[in-house]
């Protein structure tokens, strides 16, 4: 058989699939489309968030994965504890909404102090965050004072009651000199003593943001006090202090006069309860006499008697330029030479009030109805305490001849008299009433009246 030979052309594929503007295919394949979701920050928090509470056992936190999204994050007394602080740092470390975070009494502890510190660091967007009451010692100080060496974007930090020691200022102090962005501390209720107040002396002599600092309820006294004193002299930019409540006593009370003689910036002094006498009070009078920025003055709860109280609202009267409004003589002796003058202080200034009694109670409304000024006889005992330096279980235990723990109004009313303290009939009935709060004729007393 003779074979047939094809005269078909063998086509040139070369050729044909290089001229593109001729060729044309059902069999050509196309790229498919590549959808690009857009990244969503709140899914990937709250991936990230679960993930972690997964890893280490705690339970999601419902309250947490609401405000993702929030400028404000309250999480006070959730009991988080250090594994729970974990999942939210971890969390909150791509945040870019939240700007004021609480997570006030969570206890934390130190490791729980550690991951905060380790999320302010890379988070941008919180300004305020308040750790107050978590026990963070001196593990979570440190983490926290080194975080503050480098965060830019806090302006308020409250670390109140977290066990802080002396040696824990130390942390805080460097962070003070270096940090030039935190305006708000507030290290109340800690443990600063001596060395803890050298500390913040040579922090806040330093520092050039902050503008209110808290460092009530500590334990600064003697040369603490006096360290704090010497950086405020150097400090231009601190308008709030809050001192009250520590052992500042008449020489703390006297380097902190010299401060106000030459202090144009500070509007706010709060030195409640520092065991300030007449003493102190009379060198706080001469500063009051020259200072012409303090607006506020707190010295309620010190033993500075009739003569101190009156001093310093004569040194206000007599300083015309005297930015005063507010003094604050809560529980402080006052008498009637005092309301006389303070009716025609308040006529040439009627901006001007004094703080008496209770809390927030003005004096005006005493001024004009002299019948209702009464003395505190609760104050009358105490300045007695202060002054025989004894405690108040001790003067009741003298008084007792009895029941142990308790002791009749009649035997309390001889022990007043015995012991002279200056106490009207009148002033004892009131305080007997005040004492037997249940009426059933005895005084109870113990040591946690010490």
């Not at 009895?402 to 009935?429: C, N, Q, S, Y």
């Amino acid at each position: 058989m003779t074979a047939v030979r094809s005269t078909m052309a063998t086509p040139d594929f070369d050729n044909d699939l290089g001229d593109s503007d001729d060729y044309e295919t059902d069999l050509e394949l196309e790229e498919p489309e590549v959808v690009q979701q857009e990244y969503d920050p709140v899914s990937e928090m709250t991936r990230l968030y679960r993930s972690v509470c997964r890893r280490t056992g705690v339970v999601p936190a419902s309250t947490f994965l609401r405000h993702l999204t929030a400028s404000e994050l309250n999480m006070d007394h959730y009991g988080l504890g250090p594994l729970g602080t974990k999942c939210i740092a971890t969390a909150l470390k791509m945040s870019t909404f939240i700007e004021t975070l609480s997570l006030e009494d969570n206890w934390m502890t130190g490791e729980g102090g550690v991951y905060m510190a380790d999320m302010l660091k890379e988070n941008p967007s919180i300004t305020d965050i308040n750790l107050a009451s978590n026990r963070l010692g001196t593990e979570g100080s440190e983490a926290i004072g080194d975080m503050l060496l480098e965060n830019r974007s806090l302006r308020r930090v409250n670390l109140a009651d977290n066990k802080f020691s002396d040696r824990d200022a130390m942390f805080f102090a460097g962070a003070m000199q270096s940090n030039r962005y935190l305006e708000e501390l507030n290290l109340s209720g800690n443990e600063f003593s001596e060395v803890g107040g050298g500390f913040m002396g040579a922090g806040i002599g330093a520092n050039e943001t902050i503008t209110a600092l808290n460092l009530s309820w500590n334990h600064l006294r003697l040369k603490g006090v006096f360290a704090l004193c010497r950086g405020l002299r150097s400090n231009n930019t601190l308008q709030w202090l809050d001192v009250s409540w520590n052992g500042f006593d008449d020489e703390g009370a006297s380097g902190l006069a010299t401060v106000l003689k030459y202090n144009e910036v500070l509007t706010y002094l709060d030195l409640t309860n520092n065991r300030i006498s007449t003493r102190g009070a009379m060198k706080m009078a001469k500063a009051l006499c020259i200072n012409k920025t303090l607006h506020t003055l707190k010295l309620g709860k010190n033993p500075i008697g009739m003569d101190g109280s009156l001093q310093l609202l004569k040194a206000v009267r007599s300083n015309e330029e005297s930015g005063m409004h507010v003094l604050d003589l809560t529980d402080v002796l006052l008498s009637q030479e005092f309301l006389d003058l303070y009716t025609v202080v308040q006529q040439e200034r009627p901006h001007f009030s004094v703080v008496y009694g209770g809390v927030g109670q003005d004096l005006g409304w005493m001024v004009n109805d002299k019948k209702h000024l009464k003395r505190d006889p609760m104050q009358v005992f105490q300045d007695y305490i202060y002054k025989n330096h004894t405690r108040v279980i001790t003067v009741f235990q003298s008084f007792n001849r009895g029941d142990r723990d308790r002791v009749t109004r009649e035997a309390f009313k001889k022990g007043i008299k015995t012991a002279k303290i200056p106490l009207a009939p009148h002033e004892i009935e009131h305080m007997l009433d005040v004492l037997d709060s249940d009426g059933d004729g005895m005084i109870s007393y113990g040591p946690s009246s010490a």
